[in-house]
């Protein structure tokens, strides 16, 4: 017999946990106040079945009502081993229609045979239809003398207003992890399982607050059970497929230390294991869930993390380079590249890119902070700007001088800023000056940039890896791909082409007219250098004249020149086919030097 059937609790006393409800069951039956309809209610594996078995037990035992039945009696016996004789389970999942109802209410009338009370457990309650929950009202809220229901089920949202109006409602509670580890214990010792503490720690931690699947997972190591060497986290892992915490301890520093070549290792070991992509990347979510509650937390009991006291140890010594924001960053991708996984054709490379992807820590959050910034700073809040992460200085403040006092006039002039005679160029440029808005760019690399930009999730890095801008304009957008896999996700009719159509959308605040994915062309240098052209030869508009200063302040023109120095177009590098396909970093040191790589 399965462990979870031998250990099936036969009184009150025996459910685990649920105090507020053996309390008021108890005295229900203790002062004879006895519903017609009864509601259990919560998640899988809490005592709902068995409770409602106990409590037709207690009603019907021989020696009865009583909160402590016998299990001798013939009407004991009847619902341990489930005959139904005048207590009658009935499983809504798979008799669920009206004709299943009908039969219910006619077979209501009939008085019980031998017992007290007829009483219909309905499991999974929620798996009515509606047509058979209405023939069930009227028999549900006036039922026969001594006949009584009780309606179990995991989702009572499901379950219809007019039926949970009829009965009493009692909300069973996840099964607290000390709870189920001590339980685990006593089953253990009875059967003579060897098995460690840490390990029935780890298994009720892993059960959701559910006995029946604790229970479960116990009796599926018992054939694990060896005299000399006791059952460990270790086995459990192996057995459910899981990593171990070393493993993803091992992957998570390669991670945070920005080592890619490490971090693809690693996880090639892994893969070899046998372990799934979805099943690596979960596990590495949980393991990053618990990095930051410790490091948010601080000193957490290991009821709050899956973890023992020197794992907990271990993982805080490995927190001391990273940043709240940074593992929140993590947790952020980790989710969305299992979203992907869970589409994907090809899960192994999505695995690959998910890894390498987070293990470009350092520049990805430097990035992230700099977009957050730079939104700031568009947004007219430059005053607002705050230090956002640990590789940033914080902004210096940007300094206001109040405006010179005015004499009272008939129409009184807006104020003037004041600008003292050593003022930066900062304090020049952000005090509030009347200046022109800067012209839309016609940079084929900036609107890449910022077309790049309106791509959410996994796909940006692809796009980034793979595709070359040709032509970007509001009415024509041509990129060229030159992977064939790739292309196929991102052409006319691929999965992903929305993706591209939304980020123009967004960037130009309406649809192009002509959105074009290809592979490459011998001329898309020359359509490159003709945008580029286009967008060199437009003027940019001159900068609005500004009021004539006081006496004791600055000219004119040296005003107007200290704002033209921000107004002033920079030259625009635009990347050829070779430079798109180096990295940042390379590009950066080509064009700081004007120099050129040399295969």
């Known amino acids: 017999m399965p462990l ?39 998640p899988r594996g809490t005592g709902k079945t068995s409770t409602a078995r106990i409590f037709a037990k207690s009603l019907n035992c021989q020696n009865g009502p009583t909160i402590t039945p016998c299990n001798e009696c013939e009407n004991c016996k009847n619902i341990t081993n489930s005959i139904p004789i005048d207590v009658i389970e009935i499983d809504a999942a798979s008799n669920r229609s009206v004709s299943d109802a009908d039969e219910i209410i006619q077979k209501v009338a009939l008085a019980p045979v031998q017992s007290r009370y007829k009483i219909y457990i309905i499991d999974e309650v929620h798996m ?16 026969p003398k001594n006949v009584i229901f009780i309606l179990a089920t995991t989702e009572v949202h499901k379950v219809l207003d007019t039926i949970k109006s009829r009965c009493q409602r009692f909300d069973f509670k996840r099964i607290t992890t000390d709870d189920i580890a001590k339980h685990l214990r006593y089953i253990s010792d009875n059967e003579k399982i060897n098995i460690t503490d840490d390990a029935l720690y780890y298994i009720a931690q892993n059960s959701a607050g559910g006995m029946r699947d604790s229970i479960a997972l116990l009796d599926q190591l018992s054939v694990l059970n060896s005299p000399d060497v006791p059952i460990s986290v270790d086995d459990i892992n192996n057995l459910l497929g899981r990593l171990s915490f070393n493993s993803l301890t091992s992957l998570f520093e390669a991670i945070v230390s920005s080592s890619q070549n490490e971090a693809l290792g690693i996880l090639n070991g892994i893969y070899n294991e046998g372990n799934e992509p979805i099943q690596i990347l979960s596990n590495l979510l949980d393991y990053l869930r618990n990095a930051l509650i410790l490091k948010s937390a601080g000193n957490v009991d290991n009821t709050v993390i899956q973890l023992n006291s020197e794992q907990l140890k271990i993982l805080s010594d490995k927190l001391s380079n990273i940043e709240t924001h940074q593992l929140i960053s993590l947790i952020d991708k980790c989710a969305n590249y299992i979203k992907e996984l869970k589409l994907t054709a090809n899960p192994k490379l999505w695995l690959d890119v998910a890894i390498l992807d987070m293990a470009n820590l350092a520049e990805n959050t430097k990035l992230e902070d700099l977009q957050k910034r730079l939104s700031l700073m568009e947004n007219g809040e430059v005053h607002k700007v705050v230090n956002t992460s ?19 006039q008939e129409t009184k002039p807006a104020p003037q800023p004041k600008i003292t005679p050593n003022a930066t160029e900062e304090e020049v440029l952000t005090a509030e000056v009347p200046m022109s808005k800067a012209p839309a760019t016609d940079s084929l690399k900036e609107l890449w940039a910022s077309l790049i930009g309106n791509v959410h999730g996994p796909s940006r890095a692809i796009l980034q890896q793979q595709a ?48 074009l994915v290809r592979e490459p062309h011998s001329d898309d240098d020359k359509i490159r250098k003709e945008q580029s052209s286009e967008g060199d030869d437009k003027p940019a508009p001159a900068p609005k004249p500004m009021p004539a200063p006081k006496p004791q302040e600055p000219a004119e023109d040296e005003i107007e020149e200290a704002i033209s120095i921000k107004n002033e177009p ?30």
Do not use: C
């Open 4 to 42: 979870y059937r031998k250990y099936r609790p036969q009184t009150i006393e025996q459910i685990v946990g649920q105090e507020h409800i053996k309390k008021a069951l108890a005295n229900a039956i203790k002062t004879d106040r006895i519903s017609h309809a009864y509601l259990f209610t919560g």
């Open 128 to 143: 009515l239809t509606n047509q058979a929950f209405n023939a069930l009202l009227k028999t549900l809220e006036e039922p």
């Open 570 to 599: 920079k030259p625009v590098h635009h990347k050829t086919d070779d430079e798109f396909n180096h990295s940042d970093g390379v590009n950066m040191v080509i064009n700081l030097f004007d120099g050129k790589l040399i295969e």
């Open 468 to 515: 070359l801008p040709v032509k970007i304009s509001q009415d024509e957008v041509i990129i060229s791909v030159k992977n064939q896999m790739w292309l196929s996700q991102f052409a006319q009719d691929g999965a992903k082409h929305k993706l591209i159509v939304d980020a123009v959308t967004s960037m130009f605040g309406s649809p192009a007219k002509k959105i």
């Open 390 to 408: 640990a590789y940033n200085t914080p902004p210096q403040p940007v300094k206001k001088v109040a405006p010179a006092p005015q004499k009272v």
